[in-house]
Nanobody, 124 residues
Framework: QAQLVESGGGLVQAGGSLRLSCAAS????????MGWFRQAPGKEREFVTR????????NYADSVKGRFTISRDNAKNTVYLQMNSLEPEDTAVYYC?????????????????WGQGTQVTVSS
């Protein structure tokens, strides 16, 4: 059974950094695009970033470009999200996701597997 488990969330002051991790199990991790989404209170879940199976294709939402970095270690079945220069607007539950399709879009509907989420809170 496919499973994604996020960790690394927490409370940080504006301008600070956090590193999220997502450990995958139950399938061949290296075959899939992996991504991060986030959902703030009262808002819909939104795309943050995605990375192809070899890391050759990486995309970011405009709101995080230049501040966040996604990476993956296929040997460890883990994907990471390094978040720098955090802003209060980054406060949300962050979800790790995996896609079965060979080239998933940025819409939530295109992703098949989800973690339980990890809370990131940025204080001003």
């Amino acid at each position: 059974q496919a499973q994604l488990v996020e960790s690394g969330g927490g409370l940080v002051q504006a301008g600070g950094s956090l590193r999220l991790s997502c450990a995958a199990s139950g399938w061949t991790f290296s075959r899939n695009f992996m991504g991060w989404f986030r959902q703030a209170p009262g808002k819909e879940r939104e795309f943050v970033t995605r990375i192809s199976k070899t890391g050759g294709v990486i995309n970011y939402a405009d709101s995080v470009k230049g501040r966040f970095t996604i990476s993956r270690d296929n040997a460890k079945n883990t994907v990471y999200l390094q978040m720098n220069s955090l802003e209060p607007e980054d406060t949300a539950v962050y979800y790790c996701a995996a896609a079965s399709s060979p080239y998933p879009g940025t819409a939530v509907a295109g992703w098949n597997y989800w973690g339980q989420g990890t809370q990131v809170t940025v204080s001003s």
